[in-house]
């Protein structure tokens, strides 16, 4: 069981996120610090990977800047991010939206805290329905990563550059103070160079690289003012999102098989909920849990399946009730739904879901 | 094997160090681990606290209502984490700065005089490995190689001198904690 010394890391989430960004590949960061994910630049600035990768490392004035220096160097084909937590990212929806319509990849990472407005700098999950349904204004979604632990938090950057990239689409790494700030035991991911000139003008042939002889310009752009044009820009992306939905789905099942009741739940409230799960458990009462790791495409499907064998369904989350929706939806009156959830910063105890399940028996 | 930790403070006391190197020498041995800090506002002078949890198999939350050790290092702790050990479990505290004691009879307490022997070491920072000596010495975890390699992997490099001082610190808390009950 031990292993050489050298191989075992103790990190916060937040800092896996970074030191994934510099092992994955990763051309730029552009951030601005906020509680609770403030590590996540310190640690770049700490780790210097512009003096070994050649990564740039930039605060920028505002969450503002950072989400359009995302969308310059996406625009070009390089693997760059962004994090920040609530309030940051609900200022970035606009460049989010624009990079949705003009289709340029990006990783952004949301470390959320309590809303509404400034809210609180504690943990919560109140940012779903904003991350699922776009954010920004027209018709489009994004990629959402949902990590539960800190080994998530590591191998979600690549994962989320990967899916970012394949389908020229920003993809958002969806995670909680909870997740951000606490240790666990990582094993970051192996080196991988960052891309050469050349590898980037051969796998993105839509970047903005400069006008060669041997190509057209390319121009990345999300407006259109013809109206027919504008719909079929419009068509293209819903196929798109239609292909992401049908091959891009990733969920978690644990002790669902025999389950009568079932939790869904995401993120730091998958954990917390696995807990009660094994309380319930102890007691003879059967309960699973599902966890989706992407929160968009949602895992309709086999919630839908689920439903048909559980009696009762309970979404735990820690807001007012907002996946519980999207469970509704899957479930179309097949089972009942609930919610539960704490908000302010409060975060519910294995106890508290416990109790919860035993008003549904 | 599966214990679940408060350790709960003054900020300043070195309660977030405290358990990282607790977590550390456990990730050492081989065990799964979890570390999750109160975070925000927390400065000298405000309450810390530190949810560790040692495990032989995966961890599932890193959030607890009960626990089955808790590490008291003053008043407003004592408070608020005292009703939360499970019956049969343990407190340990440091009984300076506590006008009003445990009263719980279902748990096993325990003392360690770690400000004093502190100040009598004539090392204010030695106060949260001596409570550290306390905790290990209940755990029975006399073999001091994985704290060692702990201190190594949470110190930074120019602070390594120190790691004798802290292993001597918290030998002294091993030998000085003291059981309430007997």
Redesign the interface.
Known sequence: ???N?ED?V?MKGNEAIAHAAIRCGCDGYFGYPI??QSEIIETLALEKPWETTGMVVLQAESELASINMVYGGGATGKRVMTSSSSPGVALMQEGITYMAGAEIPGVIVNVQRGGPGLGT??PSQGDYNQSTRGGGNGDYNVIVLAPASVQEMADFVDLAFTLSFRYRNPAIILSD??IG?????VVLPPFKPRRTEEQIKAECPWAALGRTKDRPRNVLTSLELDPGKQEEVNLRLQRKYAEIKAREVRYEEYLTEDAEYLIVAFG?AA????????DCRRQGIKVGLLRPITLWPFPTERIKQLAEQVKHILAVEINAGQMVNDIRLAVEGRTPVSHYGRMGGI?P????INNQINTLL | MKKEIIIAGFGGQGVLSMG?VL??AA????R??????S??PEQRGGTANVTVIISDEA????????FDVAVILNQPSLERFEQAIKPGGTLIYDPYGICVPPTRTDISIYTIDAMDLAAEMKNAKAFNMIVLGALLRIFDSGNLTYVE?ALA?TLPERHHHLIPANIEAIRRGMQAVQSQSS
Not at chain 1, 349 to 352: E, F, I, K, V, W
Not at chain 2, 27 to 30: A, D, N, R, S
Not at chain 2, 32 to 37: A, C
């Open positions: 069981m031990n292993k010394s075992i103790l509680t609770p700098i504690q103070g909870v700030q606490m240790m666990e035991r730091s954990r917390i909920a696995q807990k009660s799960i094994e975060l105890t294995p106890d508290d | 990282k977590a550390y990730l050492m041995e081989g799964e681990v979890t570390w999750m800090p975070y925000g961890i599932s939350s890193p959030i607890l209502n009960t390699q992997k």
